[in-house]
Structure formats: structure tokens, C-alpha cells
């Protein structure tokens, strides 16, 4: 007999410590111990939520942001390393799946920077680890391309849970990689606010809208649970950014703020948040995923797998490989041994995940 989970869910719509991993990782422990308190099986953070999504690129030219940049690479954090460390035992501690956006580091490159996202299950084990596959518009100024190693879903006691981070939930291939894996529960991950446009010169970005249409529309046609959580511009950060440049405070104001939102399988809304800081609980039943399949059922009956066919390459991307010598090959098997399992399992080659 199949069993549905219910369990209630927490997204995070709030802001880091602007530019401070240890203190964002700091007030990250603190909301999960206080969503866990509060019965919060699920937690989920925004886009790169360790330290701060890169608002600067949108606000000034590209000349005048390397000591934006050098800040950025200086506070982005390294998987595993110290702030994850903190994280996964805070997830261990309290019995809860956390979701986290973080720049990621590199001990390969001082300047490499991902758009990333970890999946800690609650007994502390790092899950998932996915790089954004393609920074977005200006985003390319702070980020790397990421790889397919983490477009996975994960298997948990609270159904089959997966992620994609901000632009990559258009990438009508991403999402069906995901949906074709079984996802009961989609995170969607977006920042803060998105300048893009002088609104002298035209009609401004509306990311709150394009929020509203794909987390929606994502839950529609996966038939799926979506929770769509945004980051918080504070009085801190805006305090920061509008000393960049004369007409920053102007942008910032004149551009829609990011919306924080669960939706359920049919695509209604369950739950929101705009205009402050805090926290959006959400109770889930996955029983609710069966019925819509009756109507479309887009990685079941309701395709054509003898006319379509989607391969998705997980391998890993990495800058050398090394061949082990004699004196090597000691070290590493005791390394290989210590990576996580999703790691292990088939990183190389290509896999199938439709026909």
C-alpha cells in the first residue's frame, strides 16, 4: 500500500546578514531551530541566501563591482566546509530536511564562484548538491555555469522532494527532468528583487509576477506541491546597496520585490509572502497529487515516450583528473569512501531519465 506524507513546511522569506557568512549561518540556525519548534518538517531557504544574492550587478556597471565581487568570493562558503558543517548538525539536531541556498566556493579557484543549493536530510547527511546550470542575465558577471550532478530527486520519509534555482524553473527541460523523477514537492528558490531596467526607459523586470507564473504553473503541470521561497531585501542590505551608486536607492525602489508563495497540485495558491520579513508555514498533504494525475499526467500516460526522447548528463564537472599511482591509491579510497552516495552512484556518463 503506498503512503502519503503530511508534514508541514517552512519557507524562509527573509534576509542574510548581508555579505556575512557566519552571521547568515548564524540567524540560518536560529530560524531553523525556531520553524522546528514550531512543527516544520521541511525547511526551506532562498537563492544563495549564504551571503547575499549579487543586487549590486543590477545597480551599477561592471567596471565599478570588483570590490563587490572580491566581498562576494571572500564570504562564499565551501561544500563540505564549516558554515555547512553547522547547518547539517542543526538539521540533525532538530529532525528536520533543510534547503539552502549558498554561493559556493572552491579551494581550486579563489574567483570560481556557484549558484548552489544543498539538500540536508534530518539526520545530517548532505543529499543533494546542485550548481545552477546557467547564471541568468547578469548574474554571469558573479557566477559559473553549474553541471547536471544534482538534478536529482530525492527519496525521503516526506516523499520525493527536488529543487531548481530561479531562472532554471523556465528551462522546460530542467523541469521535466525533475517531474520525470517522480517529484511530489518542488523547491523553487529566487532573490530578493531584480533591477533590470531604468524604469524612465520602460517597463521595469516584474519578478513578482514572474514568480506567480512559474512556481504556479510548475505545480500544475507536475502536479506537484511547489514551494517558491524568495529572499527579503532589509533596511541593512538597502543601506548598503544605495551607497553604490547615485541612482541606486531609485532602482531599488521602482523594482517589484520577490514573493514568497506554496502552491498546491492543481496550482491554487496555500500561502504567501511580500512585503515583510518572516515566515510562511504550510501544511502538506501529499494524498492531494493523485487525483489531478487523472486529468494530465505529462511523465505518465499523458506523453508520447515513442516521440520523445530527453537525456540528462549528471557527470560532475571538474577542472583535472587525476590517475592514481601507487602511493596513492590508499588516499584515495579512504577519500572515495567519505563522498557522499549520490556522489558515488553513476556521476559518469549519461542517464536516461525518459523512454
Known amino acids: 500500500m503506498i503512503h502519503y506524507p503530511k508534514f508541514k513546511a517552512a519557507a524562509m ?13 548564524d540567524k540560518a540556525c536560529a530560524l531553523i531551530e525556531e520553524a522546528a519548534r514550531n512543527g516544520a518538517q521541511l525547511i526551506a531557504f532562498p537563492e544563495t541566501y549564504i551571503p547575499a544574492y549579487p543586487l549590486w550587478s543590477g545597480l551599477r556597471s561592471p567596471v565599478y563591482n570588483h570590490d563587490m565581487f572580491k566581498r562576494l568570493a571572500a564570504q562564499s562558503i565551501t561544500v563540505p566546509g564549516p558554515e555547512v558543517a553547522r547547518l547539517c548538525a542543526a538539521a540533525r539536531r532538530f529532525g528536520v530536511f533543510v534547503s539552502m541556498g549558498i554561493n559556493e566556493g572552491t579551494t581550486q579557484s579563489v574567483g570560481c564562484i556557484w549558484n548552489s543549493n ?12 546542485h550548481r ?4 541568468t542575465h547578469y548574474e554571469k558577471m558573479s557566477w559559473a555555469n553549474g553541471d547536471g550532478a544534482g538534478l536529482r530527486v530525492l527519496e525521503t520519509r516526506l516523499g520525493r522532494l527536488g529543487m531548481l534555482v530561479c531562472g532554471e524553473n523556465t528551462n522546460p527541460l530542467a523541469r521535466f527532468t525533475m517531474m520525470a523523477q517522480g517529484e511530489q514537492v ?4 529566487w532573490p530578493p528583487i531584480y533591477p533590470y531596467k531604468d524604469p524612465d526607459e520602460g517597463i521595469n523586470y516584474p519578478l513578482n509576477d514572474s514568480i506567480y507564473i512559474r512556481v504556479r504553473s510548475y505545480s500544475f503541470e507536475a ?14 542590505m538597502k543601506d548598503e546597496l544605495v551607497k553604490l551608486h547615485k541612482d541606486a536607492a531609485r532602482l531599488l525602489d521602482c523594482s517589484t520585490r520577490g514573493v514568497t508563495m506554496v502552491t498546491g497540485p492543481n496550482g491554487e495558491i496555500r ?3 511580500t512585503d515583510s520579513e518572516g515566515i510562511l508555514y504550510v501544511d502538506l498533504d501529499l494524498a492531494d497529487c493523485v487525483e489531478p494525475k487523472q486529468v494530465h499526467d505529462i511523465v505518465g500516460y499523458y506523453n508520447r515516450f515513442d516521440v520523445f526522447k530527453l537525456t540528462v548528463n549528471r557527470t560532475a564537472h571538474r577542472p583535472v583528473s587525476f590517475e592514481p599511482d601507487a602511493h596513492d591509491r590508499g588516499y584515495c579510497a579512504d577519500a572515495l569512501a567519505q563522498e ?9 556518463g549519461c542517464e536516461e531519465v525518459l523512454g
Open 340 to 348: 557522499p552516495a549520490f556522489v558515488r552512484a553513476k556521476d559518469s
Open 223 to 236: 502536479k506537484s506541491f511547489n514551494i517558491g521561497v524568495a529572499s527579503f531585501m532589509d533596511k541593512a
Open 132 to 135: 545552477k546550470l546557467v547564471p
Open 271 to 273: 500561502g504567501e509572502l
Open 186 to 189: 518542488h523547491i523553487s528558490t
Open 118 to 129: 544543498i539538500l540536508i536530510g534530518d539526520d545530517g547527511a548532505i543529499l543533494n548538491h
Open 13 to 25: 522569506h527573509v534576509a542574510p546578514v548581508f555579505l556575512d557568512a557566519e552571521a547568515t549561518t
